[in-house]
């Protein structure tokens, strides 16, 4: 099946500091990718959905100017924690849609671990 | 977006077959119903989708009824490795997909 990547798979940070997370669907392109955040024990929450080209489309209740996406092409989607703090400490993961697949299925990403001190 | 129900934990014996059903009462035509396994610490792992009756691969069956308000992934022989926590999804992959709380399986010896 189709390979999406993420970098990188744990960072650890100090407070304050803004961090970028990088999705890359390796064999295939991908207009629309996918953000999802998940705390332990928990399930995956959508965050965003972000288009190539244009603007991303945030969740209710994500913050927009915080979590900041940029897709600059077909293959690639950027996630920046900015100005992270500890409650933003999260495994981050991201999906995208191979269109000529066979299935109708979203690949995800192996995840990043982000630890905020 | 559909919501699915499912049941929080399930456990089993190394060998046997497992069955974990997935409610979808507001499933939409053009949705389809798929099952991802997620391991800790990983990003989900696609398992199984189908649309309508049954689907077979191979590592999974899905049983899905006439009204695709309910669908059942069934493992067979499982084994320790596949413990892990199994989610079902109901969409299409062109837009978001909402998860629910899962069912963790947990595999004993």
């Known amino acids: 099946g189709a390979v999406v990547s993420q970098h990188p798979s744990r960072v650890i940070c100090k407070s304050g500091t803004s961090v970028k997370i990088e999705c890359r669907s390796l064999?295939?392109?991908?207009?629309?990718m996918f953000w999802y955040r998940q705390f332990p024990k928990q399930s995956l929450m959508l965050m965003a959905t972000?288009?190539?080209?244009?603007?991303?489309?945030?969740e209710q209740g994500v913050e927009k100017d915080k979590f900041l996406i940029n897709h600059a092409s077909l293959t690639l989607s950027t996630l920046t924690v900015t100005s992270a703090h500890p409650e933003d400490s999260s495994f981050y993961i991201c999906?995208?849609?191979?269109?000529?697949?066979?299935?109708?299925?979203?690949?995800f990403g192996p995840g990043t671990r982000l630890t905020v001190l | 977006l559909a919501k699915t129900t499912q049941p929080i934990s399930m456990d089993s014996y190394e060998g046997q077959e497992v069955n974990i059903t997935c409610s979808h009462n507001?499933?939409?035509?053009?949705?389809?119903i798929t099952w991802y396994q997620q391991f800790p610490s990983q990003g989900p792992r696609f398992i199984i989708q189908?649309?309508?009756t049954k689907v077979t691969n191979e590592v999974a069956s899905l049983f899905i009824p006439a009204d695709r308000k309910s669908s059942t992934l069934s493992l067979p022989r499982v084994s320790l490795s596949d413990t892990a926590v199994y989610y079902c999804?109901?969409?299409?992959?062109?837009?978001?997909?909402?998860f629910g709380s899962g069912t963790q399986l947990t595999v004993l010896p």
């Open positions: 999906s995208a849609r191979e269109p000529s697949g066979v299935y109708n299925e979203q690949f």
């Open positions: 972000s288009n190539e080209g244009s603007k991303a489309t945030y």
């Open positions: 507001n499933i939409a035509t053009n949705d389809y």
């Open positions: 999804l109901v969409g299409v992959a062109a837009r978001q997909l909402t």
């Open positions: 064999d295939f392109q991908a207009t629309t």
């Open positions: 189908g649309y309508k």
